[in-house]
């Protein structure tokens, strides 16, 4: 069921709201490197960390930027359902990186109203890390009108790729094992400590058959099979990845990347998890 139309806070759209700086020590990179399974080779490349490193400054902005906009009762039912990571340049050992998240339009999607973040990752020196894209699904909450503009459709837009050569894309699947202690593991290291990851019984109440991993885990998961897929050992030739969370992946049983070439840097992607679809829609661009 949705609820009437309610006020969104369009005059907050545009406003970015700043989060909180987090720096790239070796310590946290090799923690977040083996929570996304992306083995030895994605702790550090010489002096660069895993482009990955980008999600978590995002935490402490991304979603009080999509509460400022949001009515305050429909604010428990706000959902990741896309994100949209362009890697700009590599994450030095050391830098401190900050993020800044600016809402840039709201539009009516299905029962509730989608809410376009455009996100930046910046170091020290001041050089862009990272730009990124998400959408929040605010459900069961009707938005009248388009304000401002949506996140790109790169994702999507990968489905109507031409494929050049080969003729016949050849297609690659990589298992990852999704293990228990993963939703709290990230839960430390990005400060997303909502209850649906880490307590079963505030997730069942919510829905879902136990604790769920976070999204951009998920999503970070499949950065790591793609980089295996398609450039093992060179994570730093990922340079950009976004999909559609469509289900939620729990953390146990393994997680299925299918990685097929579209182009010669094209790659469409799919993730599944106990027999769902978890990240759809999905794309990744790879170089050299």
Not at 80 to 100: E, K
Not at 117 to 127: H, K, P, S
Not at 130 to 138: D, G, I, K, Y
Request: aromatic letters at 4%.
């Amino acid at each position: 069921m949705t609820a009437a139309p309610s006020a969104f806070a369009t005059d907050a759209i545009g406003v970015p709201v700043p989060g909180r700086p987090v720096t790239a020590d070796p310590e946290l990179a090799s923690a977040l490197s083996a929570a996304l399974a992306d083995g030895d080779a994605g702790h550090l490349s010489g002096r660069e960390i895993t482009p990955m490193f980008n999600i978590l400054p995002i935490y402490s902005c991304l979603f009080l930027a999509v509460d400022r906009v949001t009515p305050e009762q429909a604010r428990p039912r706000i959902v990741h359902g896309a994100h949209d990571l362009r890697f700009v340049s590599p994450v030095r050992v050391g830098a401190t990186l900050s993020a800044s998240a600016t809402v840039v339009g709201v539009r009516p999607v299905g029962a509730g109203a989608a809410v376009s973040v455009r996100i930046l990752v910046t170091d020290d020196r001041g050089a862009v890390t990272s730009e990124q894209w998400a959408t929040a699904l605010v459900r069961g909450q009707a938005f009248e009108g388009n304000v401002g503009t949506s996140a790109p459709e790169f994702a999507r837009s990968a489905e109507t790729v031409q494929t050049a050569e080969p003729a016949e894309p050849p297609e690659r699947t990589v298992e990852t094992p999704l293990q228990a202690e993963l939703p709290r593991l990230f839960a430390g290291l990005s400060g997303d400590r909502h209850s649906i990851h880490l307590v079963d019984a505030a997730a069942r109440s919510a829905g879902f058959d136990g604790v769920i991993m976070h999204g951009l885990c998920t999503l970070g998961l499949v950065s790591s099979a793609v980089v295996e897929a398609v450039c093992p050992g060179r994570p730093s030739n990922l340079v950009r990845l976004a999909g559609r969370f469509q289900a939620p992946a729990y953390p146990r049983g393994t997680l299925r990347t299918t990685v097929r070439q579209l182009t010669s840097a094209r790659h469409g992607v799919s993730a599944t998890a106990g027999g769902f679809v978890v990240i759809g829609q999905a794309a990744a661009e790879v170089i050299g």
